[in-house]
């Protein structure tokens, strides 16, 4: 007794050109966002975008053409995963600091960096690509200190500084753009009293910016600026 066994087989010349290049573009995409998110020191960067992004194009390839030669399958089964998956990704960037809120910005790049891959996996390379610019300009725009897009808080900012007189702590409220006091201890030095203070400013600061409010009141022992809260 002779048996055949007859495969689908999918034209692997006709699809695996187009198959390569989705995954190109889709790691492309990815690199693009994590660039931006690398230059303000997050806690995900390229390669942590473009990984999610080119594995989310994968495994949209392999659900849509990895099981053609089944019938009766639900080809969207394995790409659906990809959005609960990568939630497991997005909480372990999130965390909680004095009552404060990191990542959650970055956490939602790489939940639409997925989608951004199982979009170009599925061919829909406009969409996919648009999706990306956006986002990336996104990121850049609110992260501006543009009056429209000001949050409540922008920085963390510990301060060392000596109690000259009854005017000090207003001084730094006016310097820091202070909108919240996180922790204020005091300590009876040799010198007088030092405060060790933890705000949240307004302000978004930078390097040369503390370096400048140092030089202009010499009572600001140190400035230790944390990282941002978006």
């Known amino acids: ?33 994590g660039y931006e998110r690398k ?3 997050k806690e995900a960067g390229i390669r942590t975008h473009a990984i999610v992004c080119m594995a989310s194009a994968i495994m949209m ?32 960037i999130i965390f909680v600091r004095r009552d404060m809120l990191h990542g959650l910005t970055t956490a939602a790049g790489i939940w639409t960096t997925a989608g ?41 900012v510990r301060v060392v500084a000596y109690l000259e007189d009854d005017e000090t702590i207003e001084k730094i409220k006016k310097i820091f753009a202070v909108s919240k006091f996180l922790q204020f201890k005091t300590t009876n030095t040799d010198a007088g009293y030092v405060a060790d203070i933890e705000i949240a400013t307004t302000k978004q600061l930078t390097a040369a910016d503390i370096y400048a409010i140092m030089q202009q009141n010499p009572f600001l022992k140190t400035v230790e600026r944390n990282e941002e809260m978006t």
Request: net charge neutral; proline share 1%.
């Open 39 to 41: 230059s303000r020191s």
């Open 61 to 92: 390839i392999v659900s849509k053409y990895g099981f053609s030669d089944i019938e009766k399958v639900d080809y969207a089964r394995l790409a659906a995963q990809v959005i609960s998956g990568i939630g497991f990704l997005g909480a372990g």
């Open 116 to 156: 951004i891959g199982l979009a170009i996996g599925a061919g829909m390379y406009a969409i996919g690509i648009l999706s990306a610019v956006l986002l990336v300009v996104i990121q850049i725009i609110l992260h501006r200190p543009l009056r429209l897009f000001r949050e409540n808080v922008h920085d963390v």
């Open 1 to 33: 007794m002779v048996c055949s066994i007859t495969f689908n087989v999918i034209d692997w010349n006709g699809n695996l050109l187009d198959w390569m290049v989705r995954i190109i573009v889709a790691t492309i995409c990815g690199f693009g966002i």
